[in-house]
């Protein structure tokens, strides 16, 4: 007897009905909370929608977050593993709850919750089982804060019907009454405006509506609304109002009411809705936060360290001057070096008089200023797009991916091989279509320009952090209107040197004395090689030491391969040879999935977080918190040449100041969400919290008398241990 798909189908259903037949859900138990992925269904039919999820059961006062976790924290994620043509949604987030820590409010769950999301069968799946496999990470939390994940596996039949589970079914059904709906109902009318700094929103209901209790807002968007104010909940008649306050350091303009509103009805389950009304009279500077007066109470050490350390006062012409301003002093940053002593060389290259090399020079800096321009401009572009796009980023983000990492190590690597006479990119160019360096210099002017925006990016000078932090709070085209002007600050002192007349007479003419320049330029390629290498190490462990290893030796093998004399021999093996860098460098995206640093060595720093922050604020004392991060040459070198000096040490135990560092080598959410706050997007950054009110932040190029005039200035309190 033949059997049908549909046949097998049907007889894989009716075992499942069996009580004997059970599917055994993957479950995984911490300390803290139990997560099992559950069902909904217990046998599958294809061409329907089904739902699957996490069931997370939380012990006594811990929770977990919301889409949007408030003041701190941050959501589940799931990463699915499916057979083809299985597609699973996104998590369908029940109403969330406000859960107070202190003087931070976070939006999340306790106790018990279903994250569920809809998963798509094909019509034409054929298979008799459907084997679902998760990859999950949350941040479970009570007075400290512990990121966990999880691996589930669960195998469920397909038959030509589905049936629901008994046990899983009730527990879906339930969920859904805790689903916000699409809009609110029928007859009920919301509006919001801006009123004495507050975001005055009205809720009138028909007359036959039962009274509301409560009601409570949550934003879709973070940085926008300030989660631990109060919010001012009122009977208004005909209708109910609310006021919401603005953040304390806006991530943008607040000009949507948008996210979920909870109204306690005296039903078993409150009533939820989405919500999206325009906030009359929105603009920036117009809706403030509620504890002003907290911010006032260090308002004169604040000023004297950052003068513009709330952006939404920055304007966009201030920013961009100091974006400029901090554009040029890029370029003295050590990251900055190897790419400018190229530049330099260049620039000794075409250092004539004639008419010819006046235009040559002038071209070429055109180029390279449009190179760098439209580079910071493309990589802010990008950045605000992964931001719009729920992703938390910051300045240098590129470089927390070790691929990325090991992709610019390969590439300084092959250059520093070029510069050494290693790597003859003319026999290169005898193979691939006409040497367009030597054919297309401004194309070559313009390309050295991205590259050193791409080598600069991990690197913030002197005025940046505030330029940059400023720029994200303001719409896009103000945004990328400011990092054009750091691309032509940056650009500025080449494009002079190589215009203004006279510049280059104080250069050597040329001559042999070039060619053992290049030569020796081609160290601090190899210098750069060595820090990435580390860089790569504390992202990825030994792995990543050897996966690197194994792509300069295919960069070398290249090297040698196109120097030989057989034409075929040189193509096949050199394509070879890149095949072999390029596994070696895509091999990388996995070890860094572990998202394990190495243990911070200094014992006298303690390792950052904001529940530990808060902790030592609520004992009145003052934190000092080194933003930095592995790939940051600045960071390091202020580590080293002032952060572990014995005397500066020394100050800050005179002081009893709490020493944290936050290492943001990796994507760290809390600590991005921090430097947001913070007004930054980028390391280094210095932060000097006192016991009470806002942090102190301190020059990106650290001083021990910087820190001398911080620790001076905090308040008699904090500087008894």
């Known amino acids: 007897?033949?059997?049908?798909?549909?046949?097998?189908?049907?007889?894989?259903?009716?075992?499942?009905?069996?009580?004997?037949?059970?599917?055994?859900?993957?479950?995984?138990?911490?300390?803290?909370?139990?997560?099992?992925?559950?069902?909904?269904?217990?046998?599958?039919?294809?061409?329907?929608?089904?739902?699957?999820?996490?069931?997370?059961?939380?012990?006594?006062?811990?929770?977990?977050?919301?889409?949007?976790?408030?003041?701190?924290?941050?959501?589940?994620?799931?990463?699915?593993?499916?057979?083809?043509?299985?597609?699973?949604?996104?998590?369908?987030?029940?109403?969330?709850?406000?859960?107070?820590?202190?003087?931070?409010?976070?939006?999340?769950?306790?106790?018990e919750v279903l994250l569920a999301v809809p998963l798509s069968v094909p019509v034409d799946f054929r298979a008799s089982q459907l084997p679902l496999k998760l990859a999950a990470e949350w941040l479970v939390c009570e007075e400290v804060c512990i990121p966990e994940s999880g691996e589930f596996d669960l195998t469920l039949p397909v038959g030509s019907v589905s049936q629901p589970d008994p046990v899983?079914?009730?527990?879906?059904?339930?969920?859904?009454?805790?689903?916000?709906?699409?809009?609110?109902?029928?007859?009920?009318?919301?509006?919001?405006?801006?009123?004495?700094?507050?975001?005055?929103?009205?809720?009138?209901?028909?007359?036959?509506?039962?009274?509301?209790?409560?009601?409570?807002?949550?934003?879709?968007?973070?940085?926008?609304?300030?989660?631990?104010?109060?919010?001012?909940?009122?009977?208004?008649?005909?209708?109910?109002?609310?006021?919401?306050?603005?953040?304390?350091?806006?991530?943008?303009?607040?000009?949507?009411?948008?996210?979920?509103?909870?109204?306690?009805?005296?039903?078993?389950?409150?009533?939820a809705f989405e919500v999206r009304a325009p906030i009359q009279g929105a603009a920036l500077g117009a809706i403030r936060p509620a504890n002003v007066s907290v911010?006032?109470?260090?308002?004169a050490l604040a000023a004297q360290a950052d003068p513009a350390r709330q952006?939404?006062?920055?304007?966009?012409?201030?920013a961009a001057l100091l974006a400029f301003l901090g554009g040029a002093l890029l370029n003295l940053m050590p990251c900055v070096f190897p790419v400018l002593s190229i530049k330099l060389l260049s620039l000794a290259r075409h250092a004539g008089e004639g008419a010819d090399a006046r235009r040559a020079r002038a071209s070429?800096?055109?180029?390279?200023?449009?190179?760098?321009?439209?580079?910071?401009?493309?990589?802010?572009?990008?950045?605000?797009?992964?931001?719009?796009?729920?992703?938390?980023?910051?300045?240098?983000?590129?470089?927390?991916?070790?691929?990325?990492?090991?992709?610019?190590?390969?590439?300084?690597?092959?250059?520093?091989?070029?510069?050494?006479?290693?790597?003859?990119?003319?026999?290169?160019?005898?193979?691939?279509?006409?040497?367009?360096?030597?054919?297309?210099?401004?194309?070559?002017?313009?390309?050295?320009?991205?590259?050193?925006v791409l080598v600069a990016s991990p690197c913030t000078a002197p005025l940046m952090g505030v330029a940059l932090g400023a720029a994200f709070t303001m719409p896009a085209v103000k945004t990328l209107a400011v990092f054009a002007a750091l691309g032509l600050g940056m650009a500025a002192p080449y494009a002079l040197l190589a215009i203004l007349p006279g510049a280059l007479r104080r250069l050597p003419r040329p001559g042999a004395w070039m060619e053992r320049l290049k030569e020796f330029l081609a160290?601090?390629?190899?210098?750069?090689?060595?820090?990435?290498?580390?860089?790569?190490?504390?992202?990825?462990?030994?792995?990543?030491?050897?996966?690197?290893?194994?792509?300069?030796?295919?960069?070398?093998?290249?090297?040698?391969?196109?120097?030989?004399?057989?034409?075929?021999?040189?193509?096949?093996?050199?394509?070879?040879?890149?095949?072999?860098?390029?596994?070696?460098?895509?091999?990388l995206s996995g070890p860094q999935a572990t998202g394990k640093l190495a243990t911070m060595p200094a014992e006298r720093w303690q390792p950052y977080t904001p529940e530990a922050l808060q902790m030592a604020r609520q004992q009145h004392r003052a934190v000092f918190v080194d933003f930095t991060a592995a790939w940051c040459v600045t960071c390091q070198v202020n580590k080293r040449l002032?952060?572990?000096?014995?005397?500066?040490?020394?100050?800050?135990?005179?002081?009893?100041?709490?020493?944290?560092?936050?290492?943001?080598?990796?994507k760290d959410p809390a600590i991005t969400q921090e430097l947001q706050r913070l007004g930054r997007n980028g390391v280094p950054v210095y932060a000097l919290y006192a016991g009470h009110g806002e942090p102190v932040l301190l020059p990106e190029v650290l001083s021990h008398d910087a820190i001398k005039t911080a620790l001076a200035a905090l308040p008699a309190p904090e500087k008894s241990p």
């Open 1 to 111: 007897m033949r059997l049908t798909p549909s046949f097998v189908r049907l007889v894989v259903g009716l075992l499942a009905s069996l009580p004997l037949f059970t599917h055994a859900a993957s479950q995984v138990d911490t300390e803290h909370l139990s997560a099992t992925l559950v069902s909904e269904q217990r046998v599958l039919a294809p061409g329907q929608t089904h739902w699957v999820g996490v069931r997370f059961r939380l012990q006594p006062h811990w929770h977990i977050y919301w889409r949007n976790p408030g003041d701190s924290g941050y959501p589940p994620s799931f990463s699915w593993t499916l057979p083809p043509g299985v597609e699973a949604g996104d998590i369908r987030w029940p109403a969330p709850s406000r859960i107070p820590a202190g003087p931070l409010t976070n939006f999340g769950y306790e106790q």
């Open 168 to 271: 899983q079914a009730p527990v879906f059904a339930a969920t859904r009454t805790r689903w916000p709906a699409a809009s609110p109902p029928a007859g009920w009318q919301i509006s919001a405006a801006v009123d004495a700094g507050q975001v005055a929103v009205s809720l009138q209901t028909p007359a036959d509506t039962p009274a509301i209790k409560s009601l409570v807002f949550f934003p879709f968007d973070e940085g926008r609304m300030q989660p631990a104010a109060p919010q001012g909940f009122s009977a208004q008649a005909p209708g109910y109002g609310l006021r919401l306050s603005g953040a304390e350091i806006p991530t943008g303009l607040w000009d949507t009411l948008h996210g979920v509103m909870v109204a306690d009805t005296g039903a078993a389950v409150p009533l």
């Open 295 to 299: 911010t006032k109470s260090v308002p």
């Open 311 to 318: 952006p939404a006062q920055v304007g966009v012409f201030y």
């Open 364 to 452: 070429h800096a055109a180029f390279y200023t449009a190179g760098v321009v439209l580079s910071f401009v493309a990589l802010a572009g990008l950045l605000l797009v992964l931001k719009a796009g729920g992703a938390s980023l910051g300045w240098g983000f590129q470089l927390q991916s070790p691929v990325f990492v090991a992709a610019l190590a390969v590439l300084f690597f092959g250059l520093g091989l070029s510069l050494s006479g290693a790597l003859p990119i003319a026999t290169l160019a005898q193979d691939v279509p006409g040497a367009w360096r030597l054919r297309h210099p401004h194309l070559d002017a313009f390309a050295s320009g991205a590259l050193a």
């Open 523 to 587: 160290f601090p390629l190899y210098a750069t090689v060595v820090w990435l290498a580390w860089v790569l190490t504390t992202q990825a462990g030994a792995d990543g030491a050897l996966y690197l290893g194994v792509a300069l030796l295919g960069v070398a093998l290249f090297a040698w391969l196109i120097r030989l004399q057989a034409r075929t021999w040189r193509l096949g093996g050199a394509l070879l040879a890149l095949a072999v860098v390029a596994y070696a460098v895509m091999a």
């Open 642 to 666: 002032v952060l572990a000096r014995d005397a500066v040490l020394a100050d800050f135990d005179a002081a009893g100041v709490h020493l944290m560092r936050a290492d943001w080598t990796l």
